[in-house]
């Protein structure tokens, strides 16, 4: 992969870059030479009376809910994309720093954006990037770097399909060529599937309960399809929205999937119309090739399964689904060389 920049191309300092998988759940930061080194949730706590950050990561997630009236803990990003700047750029400054602080401002940093989102958005984040202490700010999408993490031929004229189920949405794209020869993103992912459980607890039990509950739920009973667990059901707490009074009540595995059903369908129907976009050679390529599953929806049980019945394609799973973008991200750092760019404002590259 090259980057043009001022008539000329050149590579990154070798030893100065991150790449950023800045995920609406969590944010992974890959730095050259040592891999993964920070993998936290996407959250800031911030003392509003101050205007101070009280926590970021794994910290501030454990306040959601749970913190004085002063202090907000929140998610600066909706969707894959930013929500609140200033809250980004403090988590972003954060994160950097945690990775290598000797280096202040001189790091170069690469972040995946979804492939969906609007010029608007990513300007956003090349300046939430550029004001977190970055010297320069890159693009790269999510289904490309997601590609190179597990390691398909995308510099070959192979096609090869990737699905990237997120946070807050889903891409999924065909490679070929050093690029994206077709893509869509859908903004449903595991928050979707989440929300899915907690309307799920107050339709049928009349109790709320919180998103973080309902993530609980998903993991210890969860699937997309049948399976040996079906008769299993567990205990949650929340409150009864007759009596406002505190209760438990319990959820069996079949009314969990059957809630998964509605946002599953709509990362299948993305998957969809990418194969129907897909130019007939790259199809026969992925027939014959099948679809990898990268992203923390690959860890939902069942959900290859329910993918291979619906499309009839194989489904592999990379060994590491929850960092491979940002795997990939920092070997497109290692290889500039390899995938060509198209030079873009502020040192950004785009296919």
């Known amino acids: 992969m090259t980057l043009r920049r001022r008539g000329g191309f050149r590579r990154f300092a070798s030893?100065?870059?991150?790449?950023?998988?800045?995920?609406?759940?969590?944010?992974?930061?890959?730095?050259?030479?040592?891999?993964?080194?920070?993998?936290e949730p996407s959250v800031v706590a911030i003392d509003e009376r101050t205007g101070e950050v009280y926590a970021v990561g794994t910290e501030a997630r454990r306040m959601i809910g749970r913190t004085p009236a002063h202090i907000r803990a929140t998610r600066p990003l909706r969707h894959g994309v930013i929500a609140d700047?200033?809250?980004?750029?403090?988590?972003?400054r954060h994160f950097i720093r945690s990775a290598f602080n000797r280096f202040?401002?001189?790091?170069?940093?690469?972040?995946?954006?979804?492939?969906?989102?609007?010029?608007?958005?990513?300007?956003?984040?090349?300046?939430?990037?550029?004001?977190?202490g970055a010297s320069r700010a890159h693009l790269i999408e999510e289904p490309l770097a997601a590609a190179i993490g597990a390691e398909l031929p995308v510099a070959e004229p192979v096609g090869s399909l990737v699905v990237d189920v997120g946070g807050g949405t889903s891409e999924m794209a065909v490679t070929a060529l050093g690029g994206m020869v077709v893509s869509h993103s859908v903004r449903v992912?595991?928050?979707?599937?989440?929300?899915?459980?907690?309307?799920?607890?107050?339709?049928?039990?009349?109790?709320?309960?919180?998103?973080?509950?309902?993530?609980?739920?998903?993991?210890?009973?969860?699937?997309?399809?049948?399976?040996r667990a079906e008769s299993a059901v567990t205990e949650v707490a929340g409150r009864d929205l007759t009596t406002r009074l505190l209760r438990r009540a319990t959820i069996d595995a079949e009314a969990v999937r059957d809630a998964l059903q509605r946002p599953l369908a709509q990362i299948i129907e993305g998957i969809d119309l990418v194969l129907e976009r897909t130019p007939p050679q790259l199809s026969s390529d992925i027939a014959d090739r099948g679809m990898m599953l990268v992203g923390g929806g690959a860890l939902l049980r069942g959900f290859d399964q329910l993918l291979r019945s619906r499309t009839g394609l194989a489904?592999?799973?990379?060994?590491?689904?929850?960092?491979?973008?940002?795997?990939?991200?920092?070997?497109?750092?290692?290889?500039?060389?390899?995938?060509?760019?198209?030079?873009?404002?502020?040192?950004?590259?785009?296919?």
């Open 315 to 351: 489904v592999t799973t990379t060994a590491d689904p929850l960092t491979t973008v940002a795997r990939g991200a920092g070997l497109a750092l290692e290889e500039l060389s390899r995938l060509p760019a198209r030079r873009r404002k502020r040192g950004s590259y785009r296919r």
């Open 189 to 227: 992912g595991g928050y979707d599937l989440d929300e899915a459980i907690v309307k799920l607890v107050q339709d049928s039990q009349r109790l709320l309960i919180g998103q973080e509950q309902a993530e609980v739920i998903k993991l210890e009973i969860g699937a997309a399809v049948e399976g």
């Open 85 to 92: 700047f200033d809250m980004t750029e403090q988590m972003l």
């Open 104 to 132: 202040g401002a001189s790091a170069e940093v690469m972040v995946c954006v979804p492939s969906g989102v609007t010029q608007v958005e990513r300007s956003a984040v090349e300046e939430a990037t550029l004001s977190a």
């Open 15 to 39: 030893d100065r870059q991150l790449a950023v998988d800045l995920g609406t759940a969590n944010t992974v930061v890959y730095q050259r030479g040592r891999g993964v080194v920070v993998f």
